[in-house]
């Protein structure tokens, strides 16, 4: 499985960004956004899970969501109310297990990865 993300980019403070990452097959496996901000540890951010349960982490909740187009083999994630704190690189991951996709966990069990897209909220 090959995994590409898009739609990063530099918003001003309070815009909004929706990245997707598009697969190229049919993901059946938790499927999961990451980032990695300065200074921090990578975290998983918003994950659907195989069984359609969504979460997404609580320092972000209310401002991303997660979606995924079956059909068209992407997944989404929208954010909104950005803030300087959100700036990063952002990863695609899917693979089985609380490892991969446990919300703030570095993914390191995670099996497929994309290369990233960078997100820079500055004025």
């Known amino acids: 499985v090959q995994l590409v993300e898009s739609g990063g980019g530099l918003v001003q403070p309070g815009g909004s960004l929706r990245l997707s990452c598009v697969a190229s097959?049919?993901?059946?496996?938790?499927w999961i956004w990451f980032r990695q901000t300065p200074g921090k540890e990578r975290e998983a951010v918003a994950h659907?899970?195989?069984?359609?349960?969504?979460n997404i982490l609580d320092s972000v909740k209310g401002r991303f969501t997660i979606s995924r187009d079956n059909a068209k083999k992407i997944l989404y994630l929208q954010m909104n109310n950005l803030k300087s704190d959100d700036t990063g690189m952002y990863y695609c991951?899917?693979?089985?297990?609380?490892?991969?996709?446990?919300?703030?966990?570095?993914?390191?069990?995670?099996?497929?990865w994309g290369q990233g897209t960078q997100v820079t909220v500055s004025s």
């Open positions: 097959e049919r993901i059946y496996m938790p």
């Open positions: 991951a899917a693979g089985w297990g609380p490892d991969c996709y446990a919300l703030s966990g570095s993914g390191r069990a995670c099996t497929y």
């Open positions: 659907i899970l195989n069984t359609g349960d969504i």
